[in-house]
């Protein structure tokens, strides 16, 4: 009922509706998950997905895509870095190896001028994804908040040197 909704109204409301009364019996459900992961791709109204994923937070706070996207909007949308931080600690913590997850979890700390423990987190990041310029960045800006000129320049020439092997790929 929600495909429907959605593939030939482009009902956003109706589709969330009927998904949600899927979720109420199966708060697990993949398809449901990935389908309102789509849809919301595709709205470019922040509000919108904001009230999608809180609604979706009452339903199953244990899942990454609800913490994650909780995170995202509060982070990068609505600039309130403290109200992200538990929805991205909680999505990392539940997809350890989500590099998107983890990079944007060690930046919040940053931001809020832990830089100690978003060293640590973009340092475990980096691992996951070595080619990933914008990790080695952050971590060469992390360091020089703490005060380490070498390392935040081997950082900032490893992302320099990522930077210039894509542009010549």
């Known amino acids: 009922m929600g495909n429907a ?8 409301d109706s589709t969330l ?4 009364r899927i979720l109420a019996q199966n708060p697990n ?4 998950f990935t389908n309102i992961e789509i849809i919301l791709s595709k709205n470019e109204n922040v509000d919108f997905k904001l009230k999608v994923w809180e609604d979706l937070y009452k339903i199953n706070q244990g899942r990454f895509e ?20 538990p929805f991205l ?24 001028g832990n830089f100690k423990k978003s060293a640590e987190i973009l340092e475990k990041t980096a691992a996951l994804d070595p080619n990933d310029e914008q990790i080695f960045y952050n ?6 908040q703490l005060g380490n000129k070498i390392k935040s320049d081997e950082f900032m020439k490893k992302a320099e040197l990522l930077k210039t092997q894509k542009a010549n790929k």
């Open 89 to 112: 600690e909680k999505a990392a913590q539940l997809k350890p190896s989500n590099i998107a997850a983890n990079k944007d979890l060690g930046v919040a700390y940053g931001m809020l």
């Open 139 to 144: 971590l060469g800006v992390t360091y020089m």
């Open 17 to 20: 509706i009927a998904y949600k």
């Open 66 to 85: 609800v913490n994650y996207g909780l995170g995202q909007i509060y982070g990068r949308y609505k600039n309130d870095t403290k109200k992200a931080l």
């Open 5 to 12: 909704h959605y593939e030939y109204n482009k009902n956003y």
């Open 29 to 32: 459900y993949e398809r449901v």
